[in-house]
């Protein structure tokens, strides 16, 4: 795994150390940064706002998975995601209009279904690897945080950059703890740019990038979302077409029980292992074109930049 850069450290240590003694209210060091930076109360109050206008949403795009628990890089670019807030995800992968893969995930309830090979995989407690679970990892790439519940105490202001409206901060596990989670935001209004998730060693157990924000509504939502999960050498990537804001879900769909004894009912095998399993995708690469599929597919390659975080209508 991954440690932060050196000079995000540099920033974070003169403001860690007065972070015990700053007063309820008072989160920031200002003398750090320049008069106009923005404050913590404003940069959280945005994120809560757009967070409070999406309770679903439903779109179709293009999904890439890597993990050592698939055979291959698995690529659907026929791919349709449903989310509902807080932490519900529905996801079928297609190939020429046939469904290969539909992954679900409720909580901390996990299933995968491999329909053309009558299989599928399922944990109602969810599944822990090494530093991640199933439900973090979905709960890093659409919500990290219940940004209206994270205390401003919290909260650290490490650098502004005025002229790209960029902002880099540390959430903290608890008033005058440890790091647990980094982030750089672009504003205003305040969209997620890039979020680390941290260990209690500094160790980054999940990277998320996002770009291409959509507005819609008022609500800004980005089009391209790739997660990175170093210790399980395992990453995501989303990029959505053709966005609808709140739609109505049926609530049948997150009964994972109900669905995994129904799939059985049906002939399905329920396998305990997703290796040999589904492989419908587009996949079959070496383990250098794994990274190479992955990277030209999700932009997460060496070199990306960070995009503009505005400027997009929704389609």
């Known amino acids: 795994m991954s440690l932060l850069p050196k000079t995000v450290w540099l920033w974070m240590l003169p403001v860690l150390a007065l972070a ?11 003398e750090l940064l320049p008069p106009d930076a923005p404050t913590v109360g404003d940069i959280l109050a945005s994120l809560a706002e757009n967070e409070a206008g999406i309770a679903s949403f439903r779109a179709t795009g293009t999904v890439v998975l890597q993990s050592p628990e698939l055979e291959s890089t698995q690529i659907s670019r ?13 996801v079928i992968g297609s190939k020429y209009g046939t469904r290969f893969v539909e992954l679900t995930c409720s909580g901390e309830a996990f299933l995968i279904q491999f329909p053309t090979e009558r299989q599928f995989y399922y944990r109602p407690a969810g599944e822990r690897f090494q530093t991640v679970s199933t439900s973090e990892m979905a709960r ?3 919500q990290p945080e219940a940004w209206g519940h994270v205390s401003p105490a919290r909260v ?25 989670r980094w982030l750089r935001l672009q504003g205003s209004p305040w969209v997620v740019l890039e979020n680390h998730l941290l260990d209690p060693d500094g160790r ?11 507005v819609k509504d008022g609500i800004r939502f980005p089009g391209r979302v790739e997660s990175a999960f ?16 709140n739609p109505p879900v049926e609530g049948q769909l997150f009964d994972l029980k109900r669905q995994a004894h129904d799939l059985e009912r049906r002939g ?5 292992t997703l290796r040999n399993s589904g492989g419908g995708g587009e996949g079959g690469f070496t383990e250098a074109g794994q990274e190479a ?16 975080a505005l400027g997009n209508e929704a389609p």
């Open 78 to 90: 026929e791919s349709t995601i449903l989310y509902r807030n807080p932490l519900d995800l529905h």
């Open 140 to 142: 890093e790439m659409f």
């Open 20 to 30: 015990g003694c700053a007063r309820l209210g008072e989160p920031l060091n200002h």
């Open 268 to 272: 399905f095998e329920q396998v305990e």
């Open 293 to 308: 599929a992955f990277d030209a597919e999700s932009g997460m390659g060496p070199g990306s930049g960070l995009p503009a």
């Open 204 to 214: 980054e157990l999940a990277v998320t990038v996002k770009s291409e924000y959509y």
């Open 230 to 245: 170093p210790g399980e050498n395992a990453r995501m990537s989303f990029a959505l077409r053709k966005m609808d804001l």
């Open 156 to 180: 650290r202001v490490l650098a502004y950059d005025a002229a790209a409206q960029t902002v880099d901060l540390v959430i903290l596990d608890r008033r005058g703890g440890a790091p647990r």
